[in-house]
């Protein structure tokens, strides 16, 4: 990884201004896999702003590879105005979230693959806000562009997660909740619903959302508009 944070970092610890790039991960020798292209955050929470995170891949036939651009393992931090692109892990792309919360602002996310979560892949009871921010171009061979499982929960509002690829949803999630707002999620390209799992989704443009999908608890102020 280029830039790692395992000493316990809180949020007062800040990484600013800086371009992270060609990173090729963390070698855990335990499971004998990378993780963090980027940034490596083990039981750290640190704070990071104006940043590139960029062209950083993790490959070298261990897997599975996690988190292209982040890796966060006990950690709760947040990311904020910063351009995450060009990243590549086979659990998450851009992120990858183990027991760990992140927040989101005014980000940039595009050009990230992944086997799924080119966005982010989140696992065991793992969290994240994100708001304002725009996801595009990003590809994912079989999951969604945000994947989930065990307990996660993400909160969506005013950002936008258009025309990426995905092999399955843009969003899926496995027993694991979501509440979107104000958001637009449209020209994805898709082999399924857009959505798979529990949402709330009220006041968005989401394709299709003129169906009733059996697994929206709130459906309310929905449009579908190109």
Do not use: R
Request: charged share 10%; proline share 2%.
């Amino acid at each position: 990884s280029v830039v790692v944070f395992n000493n316990g970092e809180d949020s007062s610890a800040v990484l600013k201004g800086f371009t992270i790039q060609e990173g090729s991960g963390e070698l855990i020798t335990t499971f004998n896999t990378l993780k963090g292209g980027g940034i490596y955050c083990l039981n750290s929470s640190p704070t990071f702003t104006n940043l590139i995170i960029k062209n950083n891949i993790l490959s070298g036939g261990l897997t599975p590879t996690e988190g292209g651009g982040f890796y966060f393992e006990n950690s709760s931090s947040s990311v904020s105005n910063s351009n995450i692109h060009s990243n590549d892990g086979e659990n998450g792309g851009a992120f990858h979230l183990n027991n760990s919360s992140i927040t989101l602002n005014n980000c940039l996310i595009y050009n990230n693959s992944s086997n799924s979560g080119p966005f982010i892949d989140a696992y065991s009871n793992s969290s994240a806000f994100i708001n304002n921010s725009l996801i595009f171009n990003n590809n994912a061979n079989s999951g969604g562009i945000i994947n989930s499982n065990f307990n996660c929960y993400f909160s969506i509002i005013q950002t936008s997660i258009v025309f990426n690829n995905s092999g399955y949803n843009a969003i899926s999630l496995y027993s694991s909740n979501a509440d979107i707002l104000n958001s637009i999620i449209y020209s994805n390209t898709l082999t399924s619903d857009p959505l798979s799992g529990s949402f709330n989704v009220k006041y968005s443009n989401i394709e299709y959302g003129n169906i009733s999908f059996p697994y929206w608890n709130i459906n309310i102020g929905n449009i579908d508009v190109d």
